[in-house]
């Protein structure tokens, strides 16, 4: 507890506040900065890779911007339980090593239990990190800073015997990061996760998610679903979130391009196809992951057809998102299969209409109707292996999430308890059920239900 609250340094450390630029929501700040949080350093473990460890609510540093640099008891557990659901959703993930109750009052709207969160993460680097630099035209610090990412991130590129940072490695760093960008989000997309603030100080290089303070699970389908209270125009939407990396990916080309080329048009020449293909590539994984989560192995001729007639008729009907694969899965049985490809059989012998599926789902104005033309069309691409089908979907499909309106009861109950006896028992319970998502344990399904508002008027902060 000493070391993790920051009252005793661990052998060795040497704590600093990391520097960063930012947009944020497309507006540019040149400084920004840990207002609240100090790198302790990073250790490395047995598999010999190297973790950052970082305090956050530590107290105040050069970037708290008169800020008292602290952080309540709510926001750090939640921080602790959204990182440990999504490391366990199988999300590229920071997460938190320990929160510690400080014992002293922090002072919002009013006082609140204070806390401190140890988060490790293979780096804190960030985009910001970079446009720090670039926005000085510090060129040579930017050298540096890319010469250390690749070494901790990339050290297969790092040349044998030279120091010397060369502008192809500067290009195949990019494209490193640019590949591990296409995981961490086809994974937010795949479970409904909505991050909320993805600012250029909020996506580090390393492909984790970072920062969960305003962050949120859709339920019912919707594209432009979005809770964050700062999000006002709704630029970090659910939908969004595949523009707006390749947008935040475009401003950490714009930092490295004089370390490709002294030659901007030949820098341009060099990086623009690495962000041509970064798009192409978020949108097959996209789709392939889709497919995954409906049993299919590899994407297919009509397959992306099917995607999103599915997409359209759960927004339409305002389905629950994780219940509905959850549902498919579970009712998802070789006889029904077999029943409904009888039955098409059946009408082209008898010569009935063959117009195209998407032509019929169109016309069909019954949403029950229309759900029943798409599983038919379901039915007929997994047909060849419905049991494997089934278990593909398990694999990809949670039984649960941390959702929005648990993790606010959780939180409210936690730090009631926790104040008036110590007792943690309503988390630990709730963090056992979303640390075994793809298992249906005992208490399960008390987590599962969807909000029975919708949450229509649920809004987040970004907690500091």
Same mark, same amino acid.
């Given at each position: ?23 944020? %929501?497309?507006? #540019? ?33 050069? %970037? ?68 720090? %630099? ?39 760093? #990019? ?26 100080? =909020? ?34 939407? %659910? ?8 947008? =935040? ?29 970064? /798009? ?113 979907? /398990? ?70």
């Amino acid at each position: 507890a000493q070391y993790f609250s920051g009252n005793q340094l661990i052998v060795g450390s040497k704590p600093i506040a990391q520097a960063y630029s930012g947009h944020q %929501f497309g507006h #540019f700040n040149p400084q920004l900065g840990d207002g609240r949080a100090h790198l302790l350093g990073d250790i490395t473990d047995k598999q010999g890779q190297s973790w950052d460890v970082q305090l956050k609510g530590s107290g105040t540093s050069f %970037f708290s911007r008169q800020g008292d640099g602290r952080c309540a008891l709510g926001p750090a557990l939640r921080e602790y339980m959204m990182s440990e659901a999504m490391f366990a959703l199988g999300v590229p993930t920071t997460r938190c090593l320990a929160v510690v109750a400080t014992g002293e009052a922090v002072y919002r709207e009013r006082p609140l239990p204070g806390a401190v969160v140890t988060r490790i993460a293979t780096s804190h680097i960030r985009v910001g990190t970079f446009q720090y %630099f670039a926005a000085r035209k510090d060129i040579e610090s930017l050298k540096k800073l890319t010469s250390f990412a690749i070494e901790r991130h990339f050290p297969q590129l790092k040349a044998a015997g030279s120091e010397a940072l060369s502008g192809e490695q500067v290009v195949n760093f #990019f494209a490193g990061v640019l590949n591990k960008q296409v995981p961490l989000v086809v994974s937010w997309l795949r479970v409904g996760f909505i991050h909320g603030v993805m600012n250029t100080d =909020n996506t580090a290089i390393s492909g984790e998610t970072i920062d969960y303070g305003p962050c949120a699970m859709m339920n019912h389908y919707h594209s432009d679903t979005v809770f964050s209270s700062i999000d006002r125009n709704a630029r970090y939407a %659910f939908g969004n979130q595949s523009k707006i990396i390749q947008w =935040n990916m475009a401003r950490l080309a714009d930092c490295l391009l004089p370390l490709v080329d002294e030659d901007e048009d030949i820098a341009l020449i060099k990086i623009t196809p690495l962000l041509q293909q970064f /798009a192409d590539d978020l949108q097959y994984r996209y789709f392939e992951m889709m497919v995954n989560k409906l049993g299919i192995a590899e994407l297919a001729e009509g397959d992306i057809e099917l995607v999103n007639d599915l997409l359209g008729i759960m927004t339409k009907m305002k389905l629950d998102y994780t219940q509905s694969f959850v549902s498919l899965a579970a009712n998802l049985n070789q006889a029904e299969v077999d029943n409904v490809l009888a039955m098409k059989a059946a009408q082209q012998s008898d010569g009935e209409s063959k117009k195209s599926s998407s032509e019929t789902v169109n016309e069909i104005g019954n949403d029950q109707e229309q759900w029943q033309q798409w599983l038919s069309r379901w039915y007929v691409r997994i047909a060849a292996d419905v049991s494997g089908a089934k278990d593909l979907m /398990a694999k990809n499909n949670p039984l649960v999430i941390p959702r929005n309106h648990h993790v606010e009861a959780i939180l409210a109950s936690s730090q009631t308890s926790y104040l008036e006896s110590g007792d943690l028992s309503d988390l630990q319970e709730f963090l056992t059920v979303i640390q075994q998502p793809y298992q249906q344990l005992t208490t399960t399904h008390a987590y599962q239900d969807a909000p029975s508002d919708g949450d229509e008027s649920y809004h987040t902060f970004c907690g500091t």
